[in-house]
């Protein structure tokens, strides 16, 4: 039996961001539950994420040629039985880069618009790393937010049922918490075995997601 593939789709401009690092900590956990890794990190393979002519929808022609860097990550998807993209929460919702790579990439006539749907059957985690705490009085409607535009608005538009939505708290070294009058507060700075034990706890806390999801 050929290996299950699981295309992880790293996107931040650092290398040196907790994001890349959970994305190889996931690579890492999914290759040894035996998947085939497919690591596609958007900045270090160059992807521009801005619409361009050749890769707008055609809606009268869901056969559309779209440009040859955007079939090329079309092919990788088609490959993939799994999906994990992995990003910095911003905004609310996903950076820039991944928004565009979906813009792009999950297209008129291959991933929608066919009355039966390609991606049909696979599967799609979003893995988040998010500033707000868990404790936070915004935790619950951040939560809700990612998971009606991602899940249900991205996933289950494009066919794939079967998708879930994990966030990584405080993820950044430093506590931050809004309370419910909407007062921003930034703690100390973690420093020393602290910082290591928290970013341990978000590996952790990343990993019995992904192993949650795949059951
Ligand atoms: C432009 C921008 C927008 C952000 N928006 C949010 C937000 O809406 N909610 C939140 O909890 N954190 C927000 N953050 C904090 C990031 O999620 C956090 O810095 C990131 O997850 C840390 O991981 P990294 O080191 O991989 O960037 C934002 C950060 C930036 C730079």
């Known amino acids: 039996m050929t290996a299950k593939t699981a295309l992880v789709v790293v996107s ?6 907790l994001t890349t690092h959970i994305g190889d900590v996931l690579a890492d956990r999914l290759k040894e539950a035996g998947y085939a890794v497919d690591l596609l990190d958007l900045r270090a393979e160059g992807f521009d994420p801005r619409m ?14 779209y ?13 993939a039985d799994l999906i994990v993209p992995v990003f910095p929460v911003y905004w609310n919702s996903v950076p820039a880069l991944l928004k565009g790579w979906i813009d792009r990439v999950w297209n008129y006539g291959f991933s929608y618009g ?18 707000a705490a868990e404790g936070d009085e915004y935790w ?65 806390l990343a990993v019995e997601h992904l192993e949650k999801f795949l059951g």
């Open 67 to 79: 440009s040859p860097e955007t079939q090329a990550h079309m092919a990788r998807i088609v490959d």
């Open 12 to 17: 931040h401009h650092r290398a040196d961001s």
């Open 114 to 131: 066919r009355s039966k749907p390609r991606l049909a059957g696979k599967r799609m985690l979003w893995i988040g790393t998010a500033g």
């Open 140 to 204: 619950t409607s951040l939560r809700d937010l990612l998971d009606r535009t991602l899940r249900d608005g991205i996933s289950y538009y494009n066919g794939i049922t079967d998708a879930a939505v994990e966030v990584l708290p405080d993820a950044e070294g430093e506590p931050q918490i809004v309370d419910a009058d909407g007062n921003f507060t930034k703690g100390e700075a973690l420093t020393g075995e602290q910082r290591t034990a928290h970013y341990a706890a978000i590996d952790r």
């Open 52 to 65: 361009t002519v050749e890769d707008q929808p055609d809606w009268d022609d869901r056969d559309k040629a």
